[in-house]
């Protein structure tokens, strides 16, 4: 035995000496000490039996009616097809790309997936025998010749290839940029940069920090703009992404024995951030900073809130936050222009989830409370989402409700409190789900009851499956400010935003943008509001003027760009926003884009909506609810103090309610005295 370790047997192939006489016996004489042999064999292998060959490729064949069974035993060994002196690596099915016309064909499309076809990876000595199905064996040198028995194929796809460097470029600067980069082969197997995975994980938690997208069958490796990739030779088909204002590139390269460098040219199509917009996502997790800073920058992010946490016992990226650092800020001898900062996500089961950003000082603590799944078994309700929240503002913060409205059940304390600056939009890891209309239905329920705050975006990012970035918030520092994370937080709590899977857009409202408020006089009148949309990845449908949560006006769009002004009359207090929907030719049609709204205050007429203001009443007393009932209750004078908050955010509201003439039933709580 080894201490601290399991048995280990060592082994060693010994070369007969007399290759021309017969082995009749074998004696061990140990020089010193003792010996133990577990176990001996002969063989007539024709080179070293302990040494195999690189690690290859081969496309397996299955019969007809034939299903693969992808699962292993407990050696790490398919049912199907084994080898004797060798290892099966992997073995998934083959991806059949649009190679013919991969250059005209759009970025992140997903591969088919082959029938019948396996690709397999294997290392092997070259005596090795494939073990198939049904007792069928095929030697592993006959691959290169291609070998067929009772319905089971294997072919080799061939072991010539060639390091090569692949470098990205900014067409505009000439200076190497980061990127994501797929690059497949003939075969449609991925081709990883030499430091990235082979076969990423895509799994939660696992596998972040090799800066790796799993797109579904579609991996991706984000590069610092200039990577060592090994190559088959032959054609090799490439796609690099930049983002929504870089122009998708999809190439294909001839690879020869003399190729060295294959250099891609990524041309800026569009210059939001000339403008004074920048971007971000509000929700990222367990990515190390300079991972996310990599990750940003190849998906043109200008902040990654990269967001620590609690998961039952386990807590995430709390080492990472210092309550001051601003990765990748000039003072921090960054560039200024790619800032990575560390807040959290506190978080209860029930009453929801807030995201702090850029607060300052100590961490907010407790993470996350009232038990499973979010914190420990046992922990008790001991403190409101709406006073993490407080406490966030106190320490100079940004107040975000996450993946808005759920989970929902205390937002509307919050919102009723003024506590929270923005509401997420959040992709997750579908590319295509677009802004949720029922977040946007919830969103519209406090905007008609005049509680104006901004829309981010963010993915939530837990996985390889997630990209930074899939939906990502714009916000517009004035000409006057510099970028930095400060200026970009102030940019949110004024408003200044849009969301967007895609399509960038402007929207003015008499000259003011988003976030701005105007006063009309008591007779109301008309307004001009004036857009611009374009968008270089996802092809626009449609824009909509969304006035007061309806749709006032509408345009087709059938082009990368459009603009338009529409006189709108205005004859109560309203908001106004801009909607974008657009569609890839082989997905439904999705809500792309939304802008925060513009305000116009008409005097004497005040934003409310009795229908939507009794829906949010009743959200509020469902939180004193659970924490009155089955919520894990905290010691008294705890309980006491956070049943105030949630009493005066319902008082709050009551009293509006019956100000302006809504007279509406009580639960017992709750009645009039």
């Known amino acids: 035995?080894?201490?601290?370790?399991?048995?280990?047997?060592?082994?060693?192939?010994?070369?007969?000496?007399?290759?021309?006489?017969?082995?009749?016996?074998?004696?061990?004489?140990?020089?010193?000490?003792?010996?133990?042999?577990?176990?001996?064999?002969?063989?007539?292998?024709?080179?070293?039996?302990?040494?195999?060959?690189?690690?290859?490729?081969?496309?397996?064949?299955?019969?007809?009616g034939v299903e693969f069974d992808s699962s292993m035993d407990e050696f790490g060994q398919f049912g199907q097809i084994q080898l004797d002196l060798g290892q099966v690596i992997s073995a998934v099915p083959r991806l059949i790309y649009?190679?013919?016309?991969?250059?005209?064909?759009?970025?992140?499309?997903?591969?088919?997936?082959?029938?019948?076809?396996m690709f397999v990876e294997y290392s092997a000595h070259p005596d090795a025998v494939f073990h198939l199905a049904g007792g069928v064996r095929i030697p592993a040198a006959d691959l290169d010749r291609s070998s067929s028995k009772n319905g089971w194929s294997l072919c080799s796809i061939g072991t010539r290839r060639k390091r090569i460097i692949i470098k990205v470029i900014d067409e505009l600067t000439g200076r190497i940029t980061p990127a994501k980069l797929h690059v497949h082969g003939p075969y449609g197997d991925y081709l990883a940069p030499l430091d990235h995975h082979r076969i990423p994980n895509p799994r939660w938690y696992e596998g972040l920090d090799g800066a790796d997208l799993v797109h579904g069958d579609h991996v991706c490796a984000y590069i610092p703009g200039e990577t060592t990739i090994e190559v088959p030779l032959g054609a090799i088909h490439i796609e690099v992404t930049k983002g929504f204002e870089f122009e998708p590139v999809r190439q294909t390269f001839e690879v020869n024995s003399l190729t060295d460098v294959v250099t891609i040219e990524?041309?800026?199509?569009?210059?939001?951030?000339?403008?004074?917009?920048?971007?971000?996502?509000?929700?990222v997790h367990f990515l190390s900073p300079a991972t996310a800073m990599l990750e940003g920058a190849a998906e043109g992010i200008n902040v990654i809130n990269l967001l620590a946490s609690q998961w039952g016992e386990m807590m995430t990226n709390v080492g990472d936050f210092d309550g001051k650092s601003t990765y990748g800020s000039k003072e921090a001898g960054g560039d200024g222009e790619h800032l990575v900062r560390v807040g959290t996500e506190n978080r209860q089961r029930i009453l929801g989830h807030i995201s702090l950003l850029g607060y300052k000082g100590n961490i907010i603590t407790p993470?996350?409370?009232?038990?499973?799944?979010?914190?420990?078994?046992?922990?008790?309700?001991?403190?409101?989402?709406?006073?993490?929240?407080?406490?966030?503002?106190?320490?100079?913060?940004?107040?975000?409700?996450?993946?808005?409205?759920?989970?929902?059940?205390?937002?509307?304390?919050t919102y009723v409190l003024r506590k929270a600056d923005a509401v997420e939009m959040c992709s997750l890891s579908d590319f295509y789900a677009g802004i949720d209309p029922y977040t946007l239905s919830d969103w519209y329920r406090y905007l008609n009851n005049g509680y104006f705050v901004a829309a981010v975006g963010g993915t939530d990012k837990m996985s390889a499956e997630?990209?930074?970035?899939?939906?990502?918030?714009?916000?517009?520092?004035?000409?006057?400010?510099?970028?930095?994370?400060?200026?970009?937080?102030?940019?949110?709590?004024?408003?200044?935003?849009?969301v967007t899977y895609g399509p960038l857009m402007e929207l003015s409202v008499e000259g003011q943008g988003v976030g701005s408020r105007l006063d009309l006089a008591a007779s109301g009148g008309t307004v001009n509001v004036s857009w611009e949309v374009a968008s270089?990845?996802?092809?626009?449908?449609?824009?909509?003027?969304?006035?007061?949560?309806?749709?006032?006006?509408?345009?087709?769009?059938?082009?990368?760009?459009?603009s338009g002004c529409w006189p709108i009359s205005i004859d109560r207090s309203s908001w106004i926003a801009l909607l974008v929907r657009a569609k890839y030719p082989d997905k439904p049609q999705?809500?792309?884009?939304?802008?925060?709204?513009?305000?116009?205050?008409?005097?004497?007429?005040?934003?409310?909506?009795?229908?939507?203001?009794l829906t949010i009443l009743e959200q509020i007393e469902g939180a004193m609810a659970y924490v009155d009932t089955i919520g894990t209750r905290a010691e008294t004078e705890r309980y006491k103090a956070m049943r105030m908050v949630l009493e005066s955010a319902h008082r709050r509201l009551h009293n509006r309610m019956h100000e302006l003439g809504l007279d509406h039933g009580h639960i017992t709580r709750h009645h009039h005295h």
């Open 1 to 64: 035995m080894i201490e601290g370790g399991p048995w280990n047997n060592y082994v060693w192939a010994l070369e007969n000496p007399y290759p021309d006489k017969t082995i009749r016996a074998v004696r061990f004489e140990p020089a010193s000490g003792a010996m133990i042999v577990s176990g001996l064999a002969a063989g007539d292998a024709t080179s070293m039996p302990l040494r195999w060959q690189a690690r290859r490729k081969a496309v397996l064949g299955l019969p007809e």
């Open 98 to 117: 649009p190679d013919d016309e991969w250059s005209a064909t759009r970025h992140n499309l997903q591969p088919l997936r082959s029938p019948n076809e």
């Open 266 to 283: 990524l041309g800026r199509r569009l210059n939001w951030r000339e403008r004074g917009w920048v971007t971000a996502d509000t929700h």
């Open 367 to 413: 993470l996350c409370a009232g038990g499973p799944n979010e914190s420990a078994i046992g922990d008790p309700v001991d403190i409101l989402v709406t006073e993490w929240a407080e406490r966030c503002r106190e320490q100079g913060g940004l107040v975000v409700l996450p993946h808005f409205p759920d989970p929902r059940l205390e937002s509307a304390a």
């Open 466 to 498: 997630f990209a930074v970035g899939t939906v990502r918030t714009y916000a517009r520092i004035p000409p006057d400010q510099e970028f930095s994370y400060e200026t970009w937080m102030d940019a949110v709590r004024s408003s200044r935003t849009f």
């Open 536 to 562: 270089v990845t996802v092809p626009m449908t449609e824009v909509q003027l969304i006035v007061n949560g309806m749709v006032r006006e509408s345009r087709k769009i059938r082009k990368d760009k459009d």
């Open 590 to 613: 999705m809500i792309a884009a939304h802008s925060s709204p513009v305000a116009v205050n008409v005097s004497g007429s005040e934003l409310f909506s009795a229908t939507d203001a």
